[in-house]
């Protein structure tokens, strides 16, 4: 079984459009984050969500709008993409005391 | 604020040598240290942990010691293997504020060749 899983891994779309990002975890944790990764591997987090509350927003563009329906659902929604959104995506969830990702998702931007 | 720097790679070694990539951090409170590898194409996996002073991390050959006193968490393996081949991040955990963030390292890329 899959612990954090993320769809879809590959994500083509030309600039301007809205997409998502889902991410689910099966492990039980009430935490979970979203981290960016640039073309360099630079690693970056963008939110963390408590139990469907937000708690981490690392200034990122409010055309980036998590979502939690519930405590194992963390979906990534992007508004009017751009260029420099190009990047790999991971979710990650937290519990003891270790943070645990999922295969991530590769966005290219046209 | 907290932040994490690993030496550059990419590092190139042959099969079975001695493989050191180092990693210091900076943080105000007591964070716990990780180092995290991603093979190719894949998500990111944990690889050994430490959560206090003078605690050693070990798995699949690979270990860490926390040193305070030197605030570093440097990572070794006694033999490489070509299967090891993969980026390496160093990173630390602060829950200052809640929410347990990770911060990461720049990444070390290393490649083992026969």
């Known amino acids: 079984d899959t612990a954090v899983s993320q769809t879809p891994k590959y994500l083509v779309t030309q600039m301007g459009n809205d997409k998502s990002i889902k991410c689910e975890q099966n492990?039980?944790?009430?935490?979970m984050y979203w981290y960016k990764q640039d073309s360099k591997k630079f690693l970056k987090i963008m939110f963390s969500?408590?139990?469907?509350?937000?708690?981490i927003n690392e200034t990122v563009p409010n055309r980036f709008s998590p979502k939690s329906p519930d405590k194992a659902h963390l979906n990534l929604h992007i508004n009017s993409l751009e260029l420099g959104d190009s990047a790999v995506y991971f979710c990650?969830?937290?519990?003891?005391?270790?943070?645990?990702f999922g295969p991530g998702t590769r966005l290219l931007v046209l | 604020g907290d932040s994490v720097t690993q030496m550059e790679g990419p590092v190139t070694l042959s099969e079975e040598a001695f493989l050191t990539i180092n990693c210091t951090y900076t943080?105000?409170?007591?964070?716990?240290l990780f180092w995290y590898v991603q093979y190719p194409g894949e998500g990111l996996q944990l690889l050994l942990k430490?959560?206090?002073?003078?605690d050693k991390g070990s798995n699949k050959g690979f270990e860490a010691t926390y040193r305070k006193e030197t605030t570093s968490f440097h990572l070794e393996k006694g033999s490489v293997q070509v299967s090891d081949s993969a980026v390496y991040f160093c990173a630390l955990s602060d829950s200052a504020g809640g929410g347990n963030k990770l911060t990461f390292g720049t990444g070390t890329q290393l490649k083992v060749e026969l």
């Open positions: 492990l039980g944790h009430d935490t």
């Open positions: 943080a105000t409170g007591y964070p716990s």
């Open positions: 969500y408590n139990n469907k509350e937000l708690i």
């Open positions: 990650a969830s937290y519990g003891g005391e270790t943070q645990y």
């Open positions: 430490a959560t206090k002073a003078d």
